[in-house]
């Protein structure tokens, strides 16, 4: 399992909203990921629709197109081993009702349209490079060597 695997992580604008990008960051870099693209950044329409593409034909898809344009969000690659899996570990369930205290849907969510996270889907393979370079270009994804990583790793 690779060290370098790469997911894409994004707080949604409640999350940014409410104060929360610090602490999410916080749990990533805890939990011995490394950040290496991060953009505070809004979200146009056709981005947004790109992105939710796969909903397009769901009920929610209009709202969660408003919502996640509404304002601000904290879009981030995060480095690691099983990343995109862990990463998706950490923040629960899609629905935060659903979502273990603990988790970061779990801990600060309460209503499905409001989870404050994205991850990329671990269950769908090549989504995070997938949205990995739909929101970031190769050069703003810095390759560094972080201090811990034999503390880290065996
Ligand atoms: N969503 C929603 N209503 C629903 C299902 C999903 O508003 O009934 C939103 C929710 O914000 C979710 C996003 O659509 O995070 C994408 O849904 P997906 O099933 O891909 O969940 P995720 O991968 O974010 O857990």
Request: no cysteine; net charge negative.
């Amino acid at each position: 399992m690779s060290e370098h695997e790469r997911t894409f992580v994004m707080v949604k604008p409640d999350g940014v909203q409410r104060g929360l990008i610090g602490d999410i960051v916080s749990r990533f870099e805890d939990r011995g990921l490394k950040m290496v693209g991060g953009k505070f950044m809004q979200i146009d329409q056709d981005l947004a629709e790109e992105h939710y593409g796969e909903h397009a034909d769901k009920p929610f898809f209009d709202g969660l197109v408003d919502f996640i344009t509404s304002g601000p969000v904290f879009a981030m690659v995060w480095e690691g081993q099983d990343a995109t899996r862990q990463v998706r570990n950490m923040m629960g369930e899609t629905d935060p009702a659903e979502s273990a205290p603990g988790t970061i849907r779990g801990d600060y969510g309460l209503d499905l349209g409001r989870n404050v996270i994205h991850g990329s889907d671990h269950e769908d393979e090549g989504a995070n490079e997938r949205e990995i370079a739909l929101f970031f270009d190769e050069d703003e994804l810095v390759d560094w060597d972080k201090i811990d990583s034999s503390w880290l790793y065996e």
